[in-house]
């Protein structure tokens, strides 16, 4: 018998500053700069976390002390996880920051494509990971690979599928990367 969980976690960040729609959070050591639960950058100096939030807020950054709930998508068997554009590795309760190094080390989570849902069965630990999308559109076409925008209730998602075989990143850049890993192909240059 197996359990169907969502390989997504929710990760409570605290936010120390707020530019209009966009936020400096604190994860691990680092700063990372979020709109829309996103991470879209990281630095380990705060004062370049708080210059480029101001650059993108195009407004005073406003310090402020509250958390905020941000979804991390599982790739790897080896509890490595996606949001935006950076990935971390899980260990217990904590987050560390993780590089492309380890995730090309790890178990990738590599999820049969099934009409708008993704399905993946752990048969070591008994598990299914299923996700599945309210609405899909191809993004392009690269050789076998089609590339997909997927949203659902959790927020967007982009996902690769090679035939039956699919994979799925929070960001197009990291998903580029382990499309690589998994079947060979970059389609961003």
């Known amino acids: ?21 966009y936020s400096l959070v604190t994860i691990d050591k680092f700063y990372g700069v979020t709109k829309d639960k996103k991470i879209i950058y990281i630095t380990d100096n705060k004062i370049i976390g708080l210059l480029t939030l101001y650059e993108k807020g195009l407004s005073k950054p406003l310090n402020v002390k509250k958390s905020k709930d941000f979804i991390f998508l599982k790739v790897s068997k080896d509890d490595i996880f996606n949001n935006g554009e950076i990935l971390v590795k899980k260990y217990n309760s904590s987050m560390k920051l993780s590089s492309f190094e380890e995730l090309r080390d790890s178990n990738l989570i590599i999820y049969e494509w099934k009409q708008n849902c993704a399905v993946f069965t752990d048969e070591e630990n008994k598990v299914s990971y299923m996700l599945t999308f309210n609405s899909c559109s191809k993004k ?3 050789g076998e690979i089609e590339v997909y925008e997927c949203i659902n209730d959790f927020g967007k998602f982009y996902v690769a599928v090679d035939v039956i075989n699919c994979i799925i990143s929070q960001s197009i ?5 382990i499309s690589e890993l998994v079947f060979g192909v970059r389609f961003l240059k």
């Open 173 to 177: 850049n990291i998903l580029n990367e």
């Open 140 to 142: 392009s076409t690269h």
């Open 1 to 21: 018998m197996y359990i169907t969980v969502l390989p997504l976690d929710s990760v409570l960040l605290d936010v120390i500053y707020e530019s209009g729609e």
